[in-house]
């Protein structure tokens, strides 16, 4: 145990642990809505945005999670506000903000001069490379993020389950699809550099739908889902320090797994 | 009600204070979406403690009149005043209102209890903890609707009937004293509709809650409904349903489909015979006006 536990030794690796854990539990939570919603499209285009953010935070030379955070959440009422104002669905209109916000990312990573490791990092993520204020960042915006979600949770699963009963019962439905979307934009924001843009979605869809697989009730399935992120955000990160992997992919792998065996074990049930 | 009418008022007067008995007052409503008029001019009273119920072929309006007074979808004209209140600002009034949906829509594999669903609706006590002391606030209000043993039923695999009791539970939780549903009986199945309308009937009489009702079934209108308000696209008719439920009258609401209903109702199938008697008893016409029982 102490030996699988030497890693700790190591500063770089007792922040890619706490950071890793802080994004694992965040993304098992916000999972657990997005699914409900059927929004797995959506926190993938807002992911996929963030490349943009980032390239332009480089480029203008300030820090780039804090760029993705503002242009996460740009893109996220950009898309909320035309799915509510105009007559597209919503699958319209985050293919276009989706494709869009990729040609804008990459055009502007063509204006940099040279080859860019730092900005192919954020595509798959790099633990290693987490600096403290990086962990400041995604612990005090996972805390807002989960805070606000458990504060409102009531609420918020009413507007999952039927908007009209919601609405009837004073909800501003319309004002909580933003406000939803705000959170989910600061997730993805915050996860980016630690699981990377091309896999963030998967840590917040792959959680909750495993949980699906086997929960009977909403308590369990919030709880199932947060365990299950954790265990493929540490099992994930200490097998890709042992088998010298990228700790991204190896942290989705480990939540795959887990979804299989939920699905088979559900299915048995 | 009628003489209440007739009383002149200051002009600072608004209509509510005329209509001082009135839970639900329904004044020059219109709907219009797009370029589609969906109703016109539509208005009504209901008294508290009477049943309501709003009668009209298919595409009516008559689910987007419910929608629209519970401030679901925005009038071009009029207002709609509900225990006092102006339904677009009802505050804390909203907990005094019971609402059921016509055939709820929502994700069947959503994993959550009936349970659960019950808990939403207590909305102050919040959702993951303490659930042991809110269980047997739970379990009384589906032990009314006679489904407390639904209780820890994931709420997707209930029947259709079933799924009916607890929303019907669900929109009685916080004791109302307005109860807005939309073809209650929706998804039930034949059988269990009379009792479904009986249930609805013994709650509302025992707790003298006022209720609105979509209904397409004329039996259960003459048998529950103290008021009836016929629509098709504009207010046909209201009143005493005996009294006001002519021929011409459902002939002008239903258009052509009137013949079956008359028909139906002066030639009844054999299983409908005992309901029809009880109607051509209860349904005298020295009886309008009054509440029959």
């Not at chain 1, 042992?242 to 795959?256: E, F, H, N, R």
Request: hydrophobic residues 50%.
């Amino acid at each position: 145990m102490t030996d699988l536990l030497s890693f700790l030794q190591y500063p770089f690796m007792q922040r890619a642990l706490l950071a890793v854990v802080t994004v694992g539990f965040l993304c098992a939570v916000v999972g657990v809505y997005v699914t409900l919603r059927s929004m797995s499209f959506f926190s993938d285009a807002i992911s996929h945005s963030a490349l943009a953010g980032i390239a332009l935070g480089v480029l203008l030379g300030i820090d780039p999670v804090v760029a993705a955070v503002v242009f996460c959440v740009v893109v996220a009422a950009g898309i909320t506000f035309l799915t509510v104002r105009t007559d597209l669905t919503s699958d319209t209109v985050i293919g276009v903000f989706f494709s869009g916000s990729m040609a804008v990312g990459v055009l502007l990573i063509g204006l940099q001069k040279g080859y860019q490791t730092d900005l192919l990092s954020y595509l798959f993520g790099d633990v290693l490379a987490v600096n403290n204020l990086d962990v400041a960042l995604s612990l005090g915006l996972a805390a807002a993020v989960v805070a606000s979600l458990f504060r409102r949770s009531t609420l918020l699963i009413k507007i999952a389950f039927n908007r009209d009963l919601a609405a009837v019962e004073g909800a501003n439905v319309v004002a909580w699809d933003y406000a939803f979307m705000m959170l989910l934009a600061l997730t993805v924001a915050v996860s980016v550099k630690i699981v990377g843009i091309v896999l963030v979605s998967a840590l917040i869809i792959v959680p909750a739908a495993a949980a699906r697989n086997i929960a009977s009730d909403f308590r369990r399935l919030m709880g199932i889902a947060i365990v299950i992120g954790l265990t493929g955000a540490t099992v994930g990160l200490v097998a890709s320090y042992y088998l010298d992997t990228a700790s991204g992919p190896t942290m989705v792998m480990v939540v795959i797994l887990i979804f299989i065996v939920t699905l088979v074990a559900g299915r048995r049930r | 009600m009628s003489g209440e009418k007739e009383r002149r008022a200051p002009d600072d007067m608004r209509t509510s204070d005329l209509y001082p008995d009135a839970a639900v007052l329904v004044e020059d409503l219109t709907l219009v979406i797009g370029d589609t008029p969906i109703f016109e001019r539509v208005s009504f009273v209901v008294n508290r403690g009477e049943t309501a119920m709003i009668i009209g072929p298919n595409g009516a309006g008559k689910t987007m009149l419910v929608r629209t007074m519970l401030d679901l979808l925005p009038p071009q004209t009029g207002t709609v005043t509900l225990l006092g209140k102006d339904s677009r600002c009802l505050g804390s009034t909203r907990d005094r209102i019971g609402y059921m949906p016509q055939r709820l829509d929502f994700d069947r594999t959503f994993p959550i209890t009936v349970f659960e669903i019950m808990l939403l609706r207590l909305r102050k006590s919040g959702f993951w903890l303490n659930r042991k002391a809110k269980r047997k606030t739970v379990l009384d209000a589906l032990t009314r609707v006679h489904a407390e043993r639904l209780v820890d039923r994931r709420i997707g695999r209930l029947s259709g009937g079933e799924l009916q009791r607890v929303l019907l539970a669900y929109a009685l939780l916080l004791d109302p004293d307005l109860l807005i549903l939309d073809e209650p009986a929706a998804g039930v199945d034949v059988a269990g509709e009379d009792t479904f309308y009986e249930l609805i009937h013994h709650i509302r009489t025992e707790r003298h809650l006022t209720v609105v009702m979509v209904s397409h079934d004329l039996e259960v209108v003459f048998k529950y409904a103290d008021q009836v308000l016929c629509l098709n696209r504009e207010l046909l008719c209201q009143g005493v349903p005996g009294a006001v439920l002519r021929p011409e009258i459902l002939e002008k609401t239903y258009g052509s489909l009137a013949a079956s209903y008359r028909h139906h109702h002066e030639h009844p199938d054999e299983h409908d015979l005992e309901h029809d008697r009880e109607h051509d008893r209860e349904h005298d016409p020295g009886a309008g006006g009054t509440e029959r029982r």
